[in-house]
């Protein structure tokens, strides 16, 4: 018997339906709470989880020897197959690539940003409701009669917050969220073909997603941007978070449609987690997958040893239950590294098609450190796309956003903080990740985490490395499930 996989709702056309332009609602750090209780996360959680199973390979009986055989998706793989909503929204993201050329980087001296940014921005929102009617169906933009404001605003509103921050030449996960809210939109608007349902899931991931994050990271190397709302190396990466969670499922082992999403294990021939140390591993990996595309981006834009200004990731390519183990992982940590993080999803514009009405299924989150040490933030508006001031938690001689009352008292202490030292004295930040729960249970809001300290460190690796010792059994927060 198939898995019945939740996905999100197709809205009817026929019916009733009122659009509104996105607005703020995430204002202070208790907002958070109630955002983790609206119809918007649970939204948000259903359409990453769907498109998440879709990325697994498919485990397929060969007509011939009778034996399973594994169908695996990678980047620009003949297999993949496209509709023409997918074409269309990759031609838009082509465009957009385009306007790069025409804006050229100022050359005089910077030190955060290139203000060409913001020109290039400005054009791009010039031209946008154009490019939308030219590249999106017209059963999404015509899909009401009924409402006063047309489903473009909202479209248009998620796109552009998906392209960084105008005043703060910056980009980061709420970015990134906010084209995935911008996908979801065209997927409850009727856009996507839900005929083949997995087909085209896999279509949004490697046929949409995947060029949206080329396009993200050519503005971050043309303009310079910053890291909006960055961990530095206490987070997991700079810029995205999404190809790491892809990725992993890429080489998952291989399901059939009456299999669970896996949690441990991996494809017989996929590549070590620990390969992301080794320079000619990552550039033959990062053509047909999106884990190793990131990772590749980490070297183009980064030097010095990988553990160094990459432990997170270090950490993770430690983990002994394969890929499926570090996708579980990383859903969770997106649970609490961005969706519950007030400087990440503070910018977050709700609507009518993600929207902060409560869902009448969801429970309160438990009061949690976590939780309560949500920084305050007052009513100052920022324009849209804008991540605005990272706001602090006020703990003492502590600042950093994700520091506890534990890390305030010890930083008295002379001596590094960096999640490799050894000195007692020092301790790690706390971060929280919620308990495992079971994925397709998304209506249920995920606990808040349980602590964890980043483990030691090996010893010190080169670019060039092509071997690698690996480090103690890792403290990653779900290796212990």
């Known amino acids: 018997m198939s898995i019945i996989v939740p996905r999100l709702s197709v809205l009817q056309a026929s019916g009733v339906c009122y659009f509104t332009s996105p607005v703020k609602r995430i204002n202070e750090g208790h907002d958070v709470s109630r955002f983790l209780r609206s119809k918007a996360y649970h939204d948000i959680m259903v359409f990453l989880l769907q498109l998440n199973r879709a990325m697994f390979p498919c485990r397929l009986p060969d007509p011939v020897t009778k034996e399973w055989t594994a169908n695996i998706w990678k980047i620009d793989s003949p297999k993949l197959i496209l509709s023409d909503t997918v074409r269309q929204i990759r031609a838009l993201l082509v465009e957009l690539n385009t306007i790069i050329d025409d804006v050229p980087p100022d050359p005089g001296p910077r030190r955060f940003g290139n203000v060409s940014f913001r020109q290039w921005y400005d054009t791009v929102e010039a031209q946008l409701p154009t490019l939308l009617s030219l590249y999106l169906p017209d059963r999404v933009l015509s899909f009401s009669k009924s409402s006063v404001v047309a489903p473009q605003v909202e479209l248009q509103s998620y796109l552009l917050g998906a392209l960084g921050s105008l005043q703060r030449l910056d980009y980061g996960t709420g970015h990134e969220l906010s084209f995935l809210a911008f996908l979801g939109c ?206 602090t938690a006020q703990l003492g001689n502590a600042m950093a956003p994700w520091a506890s009352a534990t890390s305030a008292a010890s930083s008295a202490f002379i001596g590094t903080a960096a999640p490799w030292s050894k000195r007692s004295a020092v301790t790690s930040p706390t971060l929280a990740f919620p308990s495992q729960t079971e994925q397709r249970n998304i209506s249920q809001t995920p606990r808040m985490p349980s602590n964890f300290n980043p483990s030691s460190a090996g010893q010190n690796s080169s670019e060039k490395q092509t071997t690698r010792v690996l480090p103690p059994p890792t403290r990653a927060p779900w290796a212990k499930d």
């Open 186 to 391: 065209i997927w409850k608007l009727g856009g996507f073909s839900t005929d083949s349902a997995e087909d085209e899931e896999r279509g949004i991931v490697l046929g949409i997603i995947e060029p949206y994050l080329l396009l993200v990271r050519r503005l971050i190397k043309t303009y310079t941007l910053e890291p909006a709302g960055s961990h530095g190396v206490w987070g997991l990466d700079d810029h995205s978070f999404l190809p790491y969670l892809f990725g992993s499922a890429q080489y998952g082992p291989a399901i059939s449609d009456t299999d669970e999403t896996p949690t441990e294990g991996s494809l017989p021939n996929a590549p070590d987690p620990a390969d992301v140390v080794k320079v000619a591993a990552v550039g033959r990996e990062r053509a047909t997958n999106m884990y190793f595309s990131a990772i590749g981006f980490i070297y183009d834009v980064k030097k010095g040893p990988f553990w160094e200004h990459s432990p997170m990731l270090y950490d993770i390519s430690g983990v002994r239950g394969g890929w499926a183990k570090i996708n579980k992982g990383m859903i969770k940590m997106y649970v609490a590294e961005v969706l519950s993080k007030f400087p990440v999803v503070q910018h977050f514009y709700f609507g009518s098609l993600f929207s902060w009405d409560e869902d009448p299924e969801a429970t309160s989150p438990p009061d949690s450190i976590h939780i309560a040490n949500q920084p305050l933030q007052n009513h100052a508006k920022f324009p849209k796309g804008d991540t605005g001031p990272a706001p």
